[in-house]
């Protein structure tokens, strides 16, 4: 069974410092998705990593995908207030259009 | 605009009274899915559907149905409703290639 772990749950990070969130998935998975949740809201889709070292940008926020590692990183560059949301990341298994399994997520706060 | 467009936003109703959850989407995705989100156990697929009558449980399919019967809309049927599935509520459509996007979400309230 896929399991997906985010950790920490909440993380209070410093306007203008850099910053790296992890999610580590159990089994061989060739699909990572980045998700932002704002409070009440629904999931706005951030990054689609689909094989072994993609990387994505955008603005602040680069996402990278190790599949031999079973890791995905979310890199924060230059944290603004804009950026305190929960991030989920979901792992996908090959077959096409298999269910996205989520990690619990990480409730980012961006403090002056 | 690519839209999935999920209604009612909010609902509390009582135990027992039958009630659907509309999903409908204009992007001509065949795959379509429930989640609920529930704090602390994140979010879990109810069912999920590949195709126009073709449908499939998830990991948390009890006391849920679905039909398919037109690509566009994935309604979620709660037949007999119990407290336990208060829980906010997300249709989702799309393709490994470019993502899943979510709809706006359905807050249900059982009492």
């Known amino acids: 069974e896929l399991k997906v772990e985010q950790n920490p749950l909440f993380l209070s990070m410093q306007e203008g410092k850099n910053y790296t969130i992890y999610c580590n998935y159990s089994t061989t998975s060739d699909r990572l998705y980045w998700y932002r949740q704002d409070p009440g809201k629904s999931l706005e889709s951030l990054f689609v990593l689909l094989s072994n070292g993609a990387v994505k940008q955008e603005g602040r926020l680069m996402a990278s995908l190790d599949t031999k590692a079973r890791l995905s990183t979310l890199h924060i560059t230059a944290a603004v207030h804009d950026l305190s949301a929960t991030y989920f990341c979901?792992?996908?298994?090959?077959?096409?259009?298999?269910?996205?399994?989520f990690g619990k997520g990480i409730t980012l706060s961006v403090r002056p | 605009e690519a839209q999935v467009t999920q209604n009612p936003r909010y609902l509390i109703t009582v135990t027992g009274k039958k009630l659907t959850v509309t999903c409908s989407q204009n992007m001509n995705h065949e795959y379509m899915s429930w989640y609920r989100q529930d704090p602390g156990l994140g979010l879990r697929q109810i069912y999920y559907?590949?195709?126009?009558?073709?449908?499939d449980k998830g990991d948390v399919p009890e006391g849920y149905k679905v039909s398919r019967k037109e690509k566009r809309n994935f309604p979620l049927i709660l037949e007999s409703p119990s407290p336990n599935q208060t829980s906010l509520y997300f249709c989702a459509t799309g393709g490994a290639q470019y993502g899943y996007t979510f709809g706006s979400g359905t807050r249900l309230t059982v009492v």
């Open positions: 979901a792992a996908q298994r090959a077959e096409a259009n298999s269910k996205l399994t």
């Open positions: 559907s590949m195709n126009v009558e073709v449908t």
